[in-house]
């Protein structure tokens, strides 16, 4: 039975007249079932409970294997990059710009960037200003708890439901 169904046949019985006879339908109701589905409900709570915290603890998991992938793929990549690198300037030693076999190829492209060597020593036309706005809501939540009214923002109510896995 789903978790809503004990609820609703919980709330039956405890709604039904002192004699146990719900007065709309007609239905005589064993008040002693009431105890049996208040425990059942109570183990399918539980249940959903344990369930939720094994989805965290899984969730928890999956995102330190991926944070420790994360962390060897940029590794493997920054190696990459030097060894790339690395034999970018073997290949160009004596004059080559290309080096190539049956089974790979590797052409080397010359270019060019730009390398800031002092920033404020620049003229104003080569600087980029960016400005980025965002409410304070830390300070936006103190002033509401102190009773002040601001425009645009309100208190709202959150809940939250922990889970502790007693052992």
């Known amino acids: 039975m789903k978790l809503y169904e004990y609820n609703d046949i919980i709330d039956t019985l405890l709604n039904t ?4 006879v719900d007065e709309e339908t ?3 109701f064993d008040l002693t079932v009431l105890d049996r589905l208040e425990m059942e409900r109570n183990e399918k ?3 959903l409970l344990l369930y939720a915290a094994q989805l965290n603890a899984d969730a928890k998991n999956i995102s330190e294997y991926v944070a420790k992938l994360n962390a060897r793929a940029k ?3 920054a190696k990459a990059e030097r060894l790339t690198e690395w034999l970018c ?3 160009t030693r ?3 710009k290309q080096f190539e076999t049956q089974r790979i190829k590797a052409t080397v492209r010359v270019g060019v960037k730009t390398n800031i060597l002092d920033e404020s020593k620049l003229p104003e036309q080569y600087i980029r200003v960016k400005t980025e706005t965002s409410a304070d809501k830390k300070a936006i939540l103190a002033a509401l708890k102190t009773g002040e009214v601001i425009d645009g923002a309100e208190l709202i109510e959150s809940r939250t439901l922990q889970i502790k896995e007693e052992l």
């Open 17 to 20: 007249e002192s004699d146990g």
């Open 75 to 77: 590794s493997k990549k």
């Open 89 to 91: 300037g073997e290949i």
């Open 26 to 28: 007609g239905v005589v």
């Open 45 to 47: 709570i539980e249940n």
């Open 94 to 96: 004596y004059g080559a």
